[in-house]
């Protein structure tokens, strides 16, 4: 489809951003359509968020059998996951044999942050602008540009007199960070600091943790992959990928749950409760009853569970209570996973300071300054999370020439048609982002359903001598509506979390991904398709 120029750079058919495991999936996907494409991406190297995220511990939440790409077998039989859940080396291990694998290389440019990206209505074309000038041009645009890669280091007072040194568990150096011997502090405890904690606290001389909100974890009960395990999960991969599309979170072996927390005796949910516990894992307990996350009460015995486990790990009540989260329903905000968390704070070089009664108000030149004490440390970790879903899209000037900055459209917060779509942006998709379950569901899953639903729409549009695919307002306020429906009715919004922009200061309040389902949000999605790509608007 595209046309080859003699000096000119032949034009492309799609531009990608971000070579994470999204962008790198819509290139091959682009490829096999017969499209001509190229990625762009920021970093030095292929992985999106396992290229960034290498800090102690950095794992993922997933088994490894499960968080995989699905669309080759060859690949899935002969890849072999050295441990239950997938450690950052070998998960960026894997992408970069994938890239081999598959010759994804020479079509990604990396150190080329994508500044502008602006579509000519007359010319029907996207072009995109790095930061150092180089312009591409190209039919459709693919944003691949992950949920979780803005690092955000609150704007405390004096970060830049700090004598010691300080990193961002998103930018963490790639050389790795020797806490040997320092007096070393982290901030934040969600699933970043959840890992890491435990790994620096046997490194350094002095730990402290600075915690304002306390959050939920589960153990992971990680170990090496057991051969036998995996041979039989191997046998059954074909059929284990095929019923994840029916599931919750896209993952096989959870179906959705029907039973109440609430109608059976009380002994028999502990036992399941403990059950999942020593499973080790998250999905277990996010889909151990029906209504986990739709009543207080249902979802209370859970938390309560977790809690008085909290309490039997941590010897200092004291420290426990302050450990036992109270304040959002357990899985409101993503549940954490750990291998040994809780315990840590049993070591006599760990100590755990409350930032929720007294706030951090300044970094001083030795430390940290809080409402109640300094502190004296030789360096710092930023665990302080991400502008998550939009933050990467806000930080490229998106517009139609001659319109607004996609930023000020969605100034109020993000609206899509399906999560892939945006009215007033034609030709243009996001692949697992807001209004779609990606970060509520295994992620590689939901990268593989929206690149292909998209590779399907442009062979669709090809078909037809289509040119232009743009979502109809009226379907996206429908979609909008939708989303905010399903989540209005479970407890996820009752939670200060980065699903609803909740961490970032004057960000909009508005819960972002769809909450109703892998299973559900797939086959709405291939119904549209189905329906002649019902609530868009095709044009030549
Ligand atoms: P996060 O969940 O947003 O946690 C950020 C932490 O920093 C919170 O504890 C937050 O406290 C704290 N914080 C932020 N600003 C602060 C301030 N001014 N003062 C004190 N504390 C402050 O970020 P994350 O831990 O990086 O995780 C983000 C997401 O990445 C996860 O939810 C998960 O989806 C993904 N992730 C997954 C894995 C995995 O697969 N195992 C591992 C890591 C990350 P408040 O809660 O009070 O705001």
């Given at each position: ?12 058919d ?8 999204g ?34 511990g ?44 598959f ?27 790095t ?22 280091v ?113 002994e ?58 109270k ?7 993503r ?58 899209l ?17 100034k ?12 007033g ?7 697992t982002?807001p209004g ?48 905010n ?8 919004p ?40 019902r ?6």
């Amino acid at each position: 489809m595209s046309e080859a120029g003699s000096d000119r750079e032949p034009e492309l058919d799609v531009v990608i951003v971000g070579a994470g495991l999204g962008g790198l999936y819509a290139l091959h996907r682009m490829r096999a359509i017969g499209m001509t494409a190229r990625v762009y991406e920021a970093g030095g190297g292929i992985g999106g968020t396992w290229f960034w995220n290498r800090y102690p511990g950095a794992r993922c939440d997933i088994e490894s059998l499960e968080y995989s790409y699905a669309f080759d077998d060859a690949l899935q039989q002969e890849w072999k996951w050295p441990e239950r859940y997938g450690a950052q080396p070998d998960i960026l291990r894997y992408i970069e044999h994938v890239a081999d694998r598959f010759d994804l290389r020479r079509d990604v440019r990396l150190d080329a942050r994508i500044a502008t990206a602006v579509y000519d209505r007359d010319a029907n074309r996207w072009t995109l602008t790095t930061a150092d000038g180089e312009a591409v041009t190209a039919r459709f645009c693919i944003m691949a540009t992950g949920n979780l890669s803005t690092p955000r280091v609150p704007d405390f007072p004096g970060l830049e007199r700090f004598r010691g040194r300080w990193y961002h568990s998103g930018l963490w150096p790639a050389e790795g960070v020797d806490f040997t011997g320092l007096r070393v502090g982290v901030v934040g405890t969600g699933s970043t600091a959840i890992q890491m904690i435990p790994l620096i606290a046997q490194q350094a001389r002095h730990l402290h943790v600075f915690q304002r909100t306390a959050n939920f974890s589960l153990p992971a009960r990680n170990q090496p992959m057991d051969p036998e395990f995996e041979r039989a999960f191997k046998a059954e991969y074909r059929r284990r990928r095929e019923e994840a599309k029916r599931t919750p979170v896209g993952v096989s072996g959870f179906l959705a749950p029907t039973r109440s927390a609430l109608a059976i005796p009380a002994e028999e949910r502990e036992r399941r409760y403990e059950e999942l516990w020593q499973q080790g894992g998250t999905i277990g307990f996010l889909t151990s009853f029906k209504d986990f996350l739709l009543d207080e009460a249902a979802n209370e015995t859970a938390a309560e569970f977790v809690r008085r486990k909290i309490r039997s790990i941590v010897r200092d009540p004291a420290v426990a209570e302050l450990l036992a989260p109270k304040d959002h329903p357990i899985g409101s905000k993503r549940l954490c996973l750990d291998t040994g968390y809780y315990e840590t704070y049993n070591r006599d070089n760990v100590t755990l300071v409350d930032v929720r009664s007294a706030p951090i108000r300044e970094i001083t030149e030795t430390g940290i300054r809080t409402a109640a004490a300094e502190y004296e440390l030789d360096a710092m970790a930023f665990a302080t999370g991400f502008d998550a879903m939009t933050g990467a899209l806000r930080e490229i000037d998106i517009r139609v020439a001659g319109g607004p900055a996609l930023s000020e459209v969605w100034k109020a917060g993000p609206r899509t048609y399906l999560g892939l779509t945006i009215p007033g942006f034609p030709n243009f998709f996001v692949i697992t982002g807001p209004g779609s379950p990606g970060v509520k569901s295994q992620m590689i899953h939901s990268i593989e359903q929206h690149t292909d639903w998209i590779a399907d729409c442009l062979v669709h549009l090809r078909g037809r001598q289509l040119a232009r695919i743009e979502p109809e307002p009226a379907a996206s306020d429908a979609w909008v509506a939708h989303v905010n429906a399903v989540a209005d009715a479970t407890l996820y919004p009752r939670a200060d979390s980065w699903y609803m922009g909740a961490n970032i200061p004057g960000k909009p309040r508005v819960f972002m991904p769809y909450v109703g389902g892998v299973g559900a949000y797939r086959a709405k999605c291939e119904e549209v398709a189905a329906d002649n790509y019902r609530g868009f608007a095709l044009s030549r």
